[in-house]
């Protein structure tokens, strides 16, 4: 099976940076048993009895003559003081991206569903001693409402973190802001957007705050809908509990409630959904059943 998949006429690839085994606390509402009632469905691709397993990865929409990428990941060589895990990263991503026919220079749209350390990354690379855009020939749409809220001049607007590990990562996200959003800014390459925003006939972005104040969502209608949810679900153990959340969640409530009107709309517009970084077959349809959602049928792509 292939790392790309058709759905309708938009062609949509995966391009893996890297694979991550996280904490299972990092989901601090759901109870251990409920990820052993669900290991003999989900259970070795999504979790074991320690970690929850994650893929950073890209996923790349090429429809209506363009070339969109969704979020960039990590990116290489970066000080990220809060996420040892990411720092000083050397991955083969951009080879990738050209193994898949995809040079930097025929980008024509990146989308960052959110401004977080693995979803901006490769927005630059590095030339000699600066940090510039790695596909210089793109705009960058950005949500303003995360824009705003990470951007360095307003950390005091911002407030305090609810705990020393959230305010380790407010605090850390200046040097994330520095090397993956201000090169970008500065070469007038950012193009920032709030409400709905129409990208082109087939793709339009549309607000699902929570995660992150300008989190968001990719709509995908090329005759076969999908939906790019970035972070909305880390695991498919949200779709079954999905007002548990993640630890990296901004608003723990928001973040819910936006999970629940996304899934709702998604199971009834039988539409793809495609998270950030679910491993295996990186998206699924999902149906609504009571308060909870379950995979009704995997992507078409290879697993990892």
Same mark, same amino acid.
């Given at each position: 099976?292939?790392?790309?998949?058709?759905?309708?006429?938009?062609?949509?690839?995966?391009?893996?940076?890297?694979?991550?085994?996280?904490?299972?606390?990092?989901?601090?509402?759901?109870?251990?048993?409920?990820?052993?009632?669900?290991?003999?469905?989900?259970?070795?691709?999504?979790?074991?009895?320690?970690?929850?397993?994650?893929?950073?990865?890209?996923?790349?929409?090429?429809?209506?003559?363009?070339?969109?990428?969704?979020?960039?990941?990590?990116?290489?060589?970066?000080?990220?003081?809060?996420?040892?895990?990411?720092?000083?990263?050397?991955?083969?991503?951009?080879?990738?991206?050209?193994?898949?026919?995809?040079?930097?220079?025929?980008?024509?749209?990146?989308?960052?569903?959110?401004?977080?350390?693995?979803?901006?990354?490769?927005?630059?690379?590095?030339?000699?001693?600066?940090?510039?855009?790695?596909?210089?020939?793109? @705009?960058?749409?950005?949500?303003? %409402?995360? *824009?705003?809220?990470?951007?360095?001049?307003?950390?005091? /607007? $911002? &407030?305090?973190?609810?705990?020393?590990?959230?305010?380790?990562?407010?605090?850390?996200?200046?040097?994330?802001?520095?090397?993956?959003?201000?090169?970008?800014?500065?070469?007038?390459?950012?193009?920032?957007?709030?409400?709905?925003?129409?990208?082109?006939?087939?793709?339009?972005?549309?607000?699902?705050?929570?995660?992150?104040?300008?989190?968001?969502?990719?709509?995908?209608?090329?005759?076969?809908?999908?939906?790019?949810?970035?972070?909305?679900?880390?695991?498919?153990?949200?779709?079954?509990?999905?007002?548990?959340?993640?630890?990296?969640?901004?608003?723990?409530?928001?973040?819910?409630?936006?999970?629940?009107?996304?899934?709702?709309?998604?199971?009834?517009? @039988?539409?793809?959904?495609?998270? %950030?970084? *679910?491993?295996?077959?990186?998206?699924?349809?999902?149906? /609504? $059943? &009571?308060?909870?959602?379950?995979?009704?049928?995997?992507?078409?792509?290879?697993?990892?």
């Amino acid at each position: 099976m292939p790392d790309r998949v058709r759905l309708g006429a938009a062609s949509v690839t995966r391009i893996l940076e890297l694979r991550l085994g996280l904490p299972l606390s990092m989901f601090p509402n759901t109870p251990q048993e409920a990820w052993q009632e669900l290991a003999p469905e989900l259970s070795p691709t999504f979790w074991d009895t320690v970690n929850w397993h994650a893929a950073v990865q890209t996923w790349v929409i090429e429809v209506d003559g363009l070339t969109v990428l969704v979020d960039t990941g990590v990116g290489n060589g970066r000080d990220r003081p809060a996420m040892p895990y990411l720092a000083n990263l050397d991955t083969d991503f951009l080879e990738s991206l050209n193994a898949a026919g995809i040079s930097p220079e025929s980008v024509d749209v990146v989308v960052n569903t959110h401004i977080h350390t693995d979803h901006v990354g490769w927005n630059t690379r590095r030339d000699n001693d600066e940090w510039v855009p790695t596909f210089p020939n793109a @705009r960058y749409l950005m949500p303003e %409402a995360d *824009y705003r809220y990470y951007h360095p001049e307003n950390a005091e /607007a $911002r &407030g305090p973190g609810r705990s020393e590990e959230h305010q380790a990562r407010l605090d850390a996200s200046r040097i994330m802001f520095c090397d993956s959003i201000l090169p970008v800014d500065k070469a007038g390459q950012i193009e920032l957007w709030s409400d709905d925003y129409q990208i082109s006939d087939s793709l339009r972005l549309r607000p699902a705050p929570g995660h992150t104040p300008g989190s968001s969502v990719l709509w995908l209608d090329a005759g076969k809908p999908a939906v790019f949810v970035g972070d909305l679900t880390h695991s498919p153990m949200q779709l079954h509990r999905p007002t548990d959340s993640c630890v990296l969640d901004e608003d723990f409530a928001e973040a819910a409630t936006t999970r629940r009107r996304v899934l709702t709309e998604a199971s009834r517009r @039988r539409a793809a959904v495609i998270p %950030a970084h *679910y491993p295996g077959h990186g998206g699924m349809s999902v149906v /609504a $059943r &009571g308060d909870a959602f379950q995979v009704d049928d995997w992507l078409e792509i290879s697993a990892l």
